[in-house]
């Protein structure tokens, strides 16, 4: 099946490892993600890994009078900020920071270098939980777009 949910996430991986420098960018999940660093996952939850986390989605549709189709996917990403402390106010304010920085990078280019017609993020889920290493800090978020193949 022809897709752009591949090229999509290596696009991501790569925009995000370039503007992002203080945190971990990876693609998916990780055997060794450490629980004390801040972490971006794009195509997985950054929870724990197990056969059933969705990291993409992607529905396609015939486009009137051309041979090929639209899709419009959907990325599932997340960052993973560890604070050390009890702080939860100090872990939330910056993972969303690098939300935002991962933000602001594709509304900088929402055509992912004209691999899609556009791209942005569109929702997020934030939750907060105190662990043995300090407050952590989960804010999964979905970057949508539409393509055509």
């Known amino acids: ?53 969705e990291g993409a989605t992607a529905q396609q549709s015939p486009m009137t009078f051309a041979r090929g189709k639209q899709e419009d996917g959907q990325i599932t990403c997340a960052v993973v900020s560890v604070s ?33 017609m556009h791209a942005f993020v569109s929702d997020h889920r934030y939750s907060p939980v105190q662990t043995d290493s300090g407050a952590k800090v989960r804010i999964v978020f979905t970057v949508t777009y539409k393509g055509q193949l």
């Open 1 to 53: 099946m022809a897709t752009k949910t591949n090229a999509v996430c290596l696009a991501l991986t790569a925009m995000w490892t370039a503007a992002l420098t203080n945190v971990n960018v990876v693609d998916g999940p990780q055997v060794n993600s450490d629980p004390t660093a801040d972490w971006l996952f794009v195509g997985f939850n950054g929870g724990s890994p197990d056969e059933f986390n």
């Open 84 to 116: 050390g402390d009890t702080d939860i106010p100090a872990a939330r304010l910056r993972a969303y920071a690098f939300v935002a920085a991962a933000e602001d990078a594709v509304r900088n280019d929402m055509t992912l270098g004209g691999l899609v």
